[in-house]
């Protein structure tokens, strides 16, 4: 029995998700270079342990290890033809470490190719996430989160492909940076605004934002969204800010206690999920587990 997204949020007014896989993944010894997908396989209980982690920090959603999981992301390593076999472990993995009654959020990122560029054509995009969709949805996933994306045509067609091919809810989330003018908008040009129309059109169940330069960042991207609309469920994955090289790895400098402090004003924007993105961890979850029940009582 798949679990509702939407019945949740009905139930409960806000639902907190997890945060970062990439980088908690490096911090188990993931090295640059390896299909971290490949750990559905070869590392299976190292990815199952981060998942349990979020889990018991409070998600009641969590993602799967299948972000690159798609037919143009795996063939530079050669593993185009384990696109099922890769998604459909990690469904299993998330399920196991998060138990019956969370809900499975099967993860689907860009591919990497550009339409525009002639890269690749737009029957070709539609197949990728259809096979990728069809694999987290016979798997048992409860919903597909399309995120991290930038290019308008991109997203529509990977959340026309997961709609019309499954029965699953579809979150589906676009990465905004600052511009010099001071508002947002993707590296491709898009604005909050015409990505919740343009999504809504593609039949999203919910949209949201994620990655990016940190949780007070968000804020009036969620203020974007709700001058559009009012009433789709938004959803906000932060970055634990901009990161910063520390004896040569990536640091991020957002505490815990920082990314958590601008959970009120997020929700008051009109956030209804809230997690993490890169340089998250289990305690940026555990904090804003806190913060949620101290505002909702309030």
Not at 144 to 166: P, W
Not at 210 to 239: Q, S
Request: aromatic share 4%; proline share 4%; with cysteine.
């Amino acid at each position: 029995m798949k679990h509702s997204l939407i019945k949740r949020l009905k139930d409960r007014g806000i639902l907190i998700s997890d945060g970062a896989l990439g980088t908690m993944l490096q911090a188990a010894g993931l090295q640059p270079g390896v299909c971290p997908e490949t750990w559905n396989a070869d590392f299976p209980e190292k990815v199952e342990a981060i998942a349990r982690a979020y889990a018991e920090a409070g998600s009641e959603a969590v993602e799967t290890n299948t972000f690159g999981c798609n037919r143009f992301k795996l063939i530079h390593y050669g593993l185009q033809d384990r696109v099922t076999e890769l998604n459909r472990k990690a469904v299993g993995i998330t399920r196991r470490a998060i138990g019956p009654d969370r809900i499975v959020l099967g993860s689907m990122g860009p591919t990497g190719v550009i339409l525009m560029m002639g890269e690749v054509t737009q029957e070709e995009l539609y197949e990728a996430f259809r096979e990728q969709a069809i694999a987290l949805a016979e798997a048992g996933a409860d919903a597909i989160c399309i995120e991290t994306m930038t290019a308008l045509d991109e997203v529509v067609i990977a959340t026309s492909a997961a709609k019309q091919n499954t029965d699953l809810e579809v979150i589906s989330s676009m990465t905004f940076d600052k511009t010099l003018q001071g508002d947002f908008r993707t590296m491709m040009g898009v604005s909050p605004e015409e990505m919740t129309l343009a999504l809504k059109e593609a039949g999203a169940d919910i949209i949201g934002t994620n990655c990016g330069h940190g949780m007070e960042n968000m804020i009036p991207i969620v203020e974007a969204i709700r001058r559009i609309d009012t009433e789709i469920p938004v959803l906000v994955h932060a970055n634990a800010g901009l990161p910063h090289l520390c004896e040569g790895r990536n640091v991020f400098s957002e505490t815990p206690e920082i990314t958590a402090s601008f959970v009120p004003r997020l929700i008051a924007a009109g956030a209804n999920i809230i997690g993490g993105c890169c340089g998250t961890t289990p305690e940026h979850i555990r904090k804003i587990k806190l913060v949620i029940e101290q505002t909702c009582v309030e």
